[in-house]
């Protein structure tokens, strides 16, 4: 059965690094996600790609967030300047409105 | 804007007995609903989800959900617990009007006890 896949599955890196979490989806699916979770919280919506552009994003996704299809199988999503509030659990998805199916994660530990 | 309160952070049941996990919604247009499972360290699995048709859904593990439009609910049931079950449950709402991004519960952690 297809699968979004993720690495790396954990991350530590020091404030102030650059981060790129990588991502692939499933190989038919078009619109593709990233989600956050920090701790003990509920899973929040940061960005929609499709069609090679950003569909939505949300107020979280600011000017540090950068997201990439660099080619027909990746999708990345790379943090500029990590902070520490940036630690959390991140989740790729593909699929569309009426389903999304989402990767295992990538825990991201800024310290 | 779409949101999803689950009431109840945390549940627990015997093993066996009838599983409740609740879920309200609010959207301004016919909603798309979910509900994910989430192991400890894992990702989010999809249990079943509402789009149209039918608005008692089964899903995976014997779980089942009703929509229920006058009521803006999608509460989760499963008519015995299992050990397997405990986990956390996620209740996400989308509509076709926005398109493209879920709105997650803030999630019910739900306890099995043998």
């Known amino acids: 059965e297809p699968e979004v896949t993720q690495t790396p599955s954990h991350q530590v890196t020091q404030m102030g690094q650059e981060v790129i979490l990588r991502c692939v989806p499933i190989s038919n699916h078009l619109y593709f996600y990233w989600y956050r979770q920090i701790l003990g919280q509920k899973v929040e919506f940061l960005v929609s790609f499709y069609n090679n552009e950003i569909s939505e994003k949300s107020e979280i996704f600011d000017d540090q967030f950068s997201v990439e299809r660099p080619d027909g199988s990746n999708f990345t999503l790379k943090i500029r300047s990590t902070k520490l509030e940036d630690s959390a659990m991140y989740f790729c998805?593909?699929?569309?409105?009426?389903?999304?199916?989402f990767g295992p994660g990538t825990r991201l530990t800024v310290t | 804007a779409q949101s999803v309160t689950q009431l109840g952070s945390h549940v627990s049941v015997s093993e066996g007995a009838l599983v409740l996990l609740r879920c309200n919604y609010s959207s301004s247009v016919p909603p798309y609903l979910f509900w994910y499972v989430q192991y400890p360290n894992q990702g989010l699995q999809l249990l079943l989800k509402y789009t149209t048709g039918a608005t008692l859904v089964k899903g995976i593990n014997g779980f089942e959900a009703e929509f229920k439009k006058s009521e803006t609910s999608f509460h989760l049931t499963k008519p015995s617990a299992h050990m397997s079950d405990a986990a956390e449950y996620f209740c996400?709402?989308?509509?076709?009007?926005?398109?493209?991004?879920?709105?997650f519960g803030t999630g019910t952690s739900l306890t099995v006890i043998p």
């Open positions: 996400a709402v989308s509509d076709y009007d926005t398109g493209n991004q879920f709105y």
């Open positions: 998805a593909s699929g569309g409105p009426n389903e999304q199916y």
